[in-house]
């Protein structure tokens, strides 16, 4: 899938989550693709093209009650996914991650002294901004719901000091990887810049595992903070590499989505794509 194919699809996928979230009750096919301006057929493929299965399955993860679902079904104990090896290198989103940490004392210095490449790409879920140094991908910010300037300054803001420069051939190996487009297999190396607490908190989410959620209160009492849960849930809206540090994987304990510095639906995409493609999985490995 090319470049512009994720920004074509997603311009479908974006307006027609806002067709189903408006609507009273599912939409059928035909229903849909009329508000798409599109043939059946066409709008089947285009949706199959991103989703891997058919507008009708794909409404089923998008309904508001999934969230609730997820936390009854597919709740996970970060405790017990890091016993069994789960972590910072473990399988997720489909690829393997490998991550290293920016020491207290570099990150305190606002980024000085730090060589950040930058280049804007299409992703599966909008126009996505992708940052990262010799080490790896350090941020991930979309822009549909903020825009393109302020998505690009909030993350400069994150690290004030560094040297910024255009380079999107420098990252686009590790982005495509990133987004599953091409070699989805490769590693695909992270750069942590935050504060101790912070990557601590990014650090457990990537014990979620694929396909599971958890809540901000498990996150604290994962980390050995369980009555920091106010402050996990804002080190968690602070994660810089969203996607790949799943903080789409939060949720309120009600079964809520909680907020998303990207806007929530970036967050719904997320977790509905990743729960069909691992319940396409388990069905495959159920065969």
Request: aromatic residues 10%; neutral net charge.
């Amino acid at each position: 899938m090319t470049d512009q194919d994720q920004g074509y699809h997603h311009g479908v996928i974006g307006r027609a989550i806002e067709e189903i979230d408006a609507a009273e009750a599912p939409l059928s096919l035909d229903d849909l693709a009329a508000r798409m301006g599109m043939s059946p057929a066409h709008f089947q493929r285009v949706f199959s093209a991103w989703a891997g299965v058919s507008p009708k399955r794909f409404q089923q993860y998008l309904m508001l009650g999934h969230a609730k679902a997820l936390l009854r079904d597919r709740f996970t104990t970060l405790e017990t996914a890091g016993s069994v090896g789960l972590s910072g290198s473990s399988r997720l989103h489909d690829m393997f991650l490998r991550w290293e940490a920016m020491s207290p004392g570099d990150y305190a210095k606002g980024g000085a002294g730090l060589t950040i490449y930058w280049g804007w790409f299409e992703s599966p879920f909008g126009p996505a901004l992708v940052m990262g140094t010799d080490k790896g991908i350090c941020g991930i910010g979309f822009a549909e719901t903020a825009g393109t300037e302020a998505a690009m300054e909030d993350l400069v803001n994150r690290w004030p000091q560094a040297t910024y420069v255009e380079d999107v051939m420098r990252l686009r190996p590790w982005v495509m990887s990133a987004f599953g487009v091409d070699n989805p297999e490769e590693p695909v190396p992270m750069f942590l810049i935050g504060a101790p607490f912070q990557i601590k908190v990014w650090e457990a989410l990537l014990r979620v595992p694929t396909g599971q959620v958890t809540t901000y209160s498990e996150i604290a009492q994962s980390i050995g903070t369980p009555r920091a849960v106010r402050a996990v849930g804002t080190a968690v809206g602070r994660n810089p590499i969203s996607w790949l540090i799943p903080c789409h994987r939060a949720l309120r304990k009600s079964g809520g989505l909680g907020g998303y510095h990207w806007g929530l639906p970036r967050k719904r995409m997320m977790l509905a794509r990743e729960a069909m493609h691992f319940d396409t999985k388990d069905r495959r490995g159920a065969a």
